[in-house]
């Protein structure tokens, strides 16, 4: 157990439609990392937040956005779905920004029907 | 930009036969190197990393060495197991842009008793 929560496992929606992901970091753990899994693109880096602010923005979709909260818990809002949003999506947590070991959680799989 | 190219799988190996895949990477800095698994229905566990040039990474049995020259980064078994099957990704961290993984395409490994 990596000590990362992930909710929900499993989402199935329709396309047009919006849903939430959300993470709980580390125990300590300032940064939160966010990641697509999907079978053409692979894993690709979405978006990192450090201590509620937004650090690095990777590959992700205007459609998409995330957040961090004061208790560092994190979400990542998918809107406008498409069937090629389907995928897992990762959240990652450590404890600074830069040079620190990075955990995973299991994954949360979105299926878009 | 940084990358991460590795052999695509499925690679297919009997129960103590003999490891290999392999991992080249892109990169305009010095980056750090990783293995990660990805067993079924679970999220990325860390294998083994390397941080700078010629540092050898090791866990279970599985070991990887830091080649500079080479831009590579192995992976290595000198004997699988069943329990070995899982998905394997070589991944990158530039230290001075963040904490961002880079992966590569992930290796499903198959051993077979």
């Known amino acids: 157990d990596s000590g990362v929560t992930q909710t929900p496992k499993h989402l199935i929606t329709a396309t047009g439609q919006r849903v939430t992901l959300r993470c709980s970091p580390r125990s300590g753990d300032l940064s939160v990392y966010w990641y697509q899994q999907s079978l053409d693109q692979g894993l690709q880096f979405l978006i990192q937040y450090y201590n509620g602010e937004e650090r690095a923005k990777g590959n992700i979709l205007e459609r998409f956005s995330a957040q961090q909260f004061p208790d560092l818990h994190s979400e990542l809002n998918l809107s406008s779905l498409e069937l090629g949003d389907s995928a897992l999506y990762f959240c990652a947590s450590s404890p600074l920004s830069g040079g620190s070991d990075v955990g995973f959680g299991s994954g949360t799989r979105l299926t878009v029907v | 930009g940084d990358s ?39 999220g990325l566990q860390l294998l083994l990393k390397a941080t700078k040039a010629d540092d050898k990474g090791s866990n279970k049995g599985f070991e990887a060495t830091y080649r500079k020259e080479t831009t590579s980064f192995h992976l290595e078994k ?35 008793p």
């Open chain 2, 4 to 42: 991460v190219t590795q052999m695509e799988g499925p690679v297919t190996l009997s129960e103590e036969a003999f490891l290999t895949i392999n991992c080249t990477y892109t990169a305009t800095g010095y980056p750090s190197l990783f293995w990660y698994v990805q067993y079924p229905g679970e």
């Open chain 2, 78 to 112: 000198g004997s699988v197991q069943v329990s070995d099957s899982a998905v394997y990704f070589c991944a990158l961290r530039d230290d001075n842009a963040g904490n961002m993984l880079t992966f590569g395409g992930g290796t499903r490994l198959m051993v077979k």
